[in-house]
């Protein structure tokens, strides 16, 4: 799954989740007639959370530790050559995460 921010408006993504969970927990003590415009503001505060920590999560994560393994089959000048293989990473990675 991808890293998706969202909108401004929090209908999707991580500004969605934020807001949504900012809603249920704020709502309930905020007088009714104000209750429209503090929403208006904490989808405005979820989107720059989401943006923030996906942009931040994006720039930083690294990728450690990957190892893959399986049956690979290898042409070998004349006939071919089966076995198994595994791959162990050597070095930290950044630039995968999407």
């Given at each position: 799954?991808?890293?998706e921010?969202?909108?401004?408006?929090?209908?999707?993504?991580?500004?969605?989740?934020?807001?949504?969970?900012?809603?249920?927990?704020?709502?309930?003590?905020?007088?009714?007639?104000?209750?429209?415009?503090?929403?208006?503001?904490?989808?405005?505060?979820?989107?720059?959370?989401?943006?923030?920590?996906?942009?931040?999560?994006?720039?930083?994560?690294?990728?450690?530790?990957?190892?893959?393994?399986?049956?690979?089959?290898?042409p070998?000048?004349?006939p071919?050559?089966?076995?198994?293989?595994?791959?162990?990473?050597?070095?930290?990675?950044?630039?995968?995460?999407?």
């Amino acid at each position: 799954m991808a890293l998706e921010i969202g909108d401004e408006g929090a209908t999707s993504g991580m500004a969605k989740a934020i807001y949504d969970k900012l809603n249920e927990l704020l709502k309930t003590p905020v007088p009714p007639e104000d209750l429209a415009n503090a929403q208006k503001v904490w989808k405005q505060l979820a989107f720059g959370i989401a943006t923030g920590v996906v942009t931040h999560l994006l720039s930083n994560l690294e990728v450690a530790g990957l190892g893959v393994a399986g049956q690979v089959t290898l042409p070998i000048a004349g006939p071919n050559a089966s076995g198994n293989v595994s791959l162990g990473q050597t070095a930290t990675t950044t630039g995968l995460i999407r």
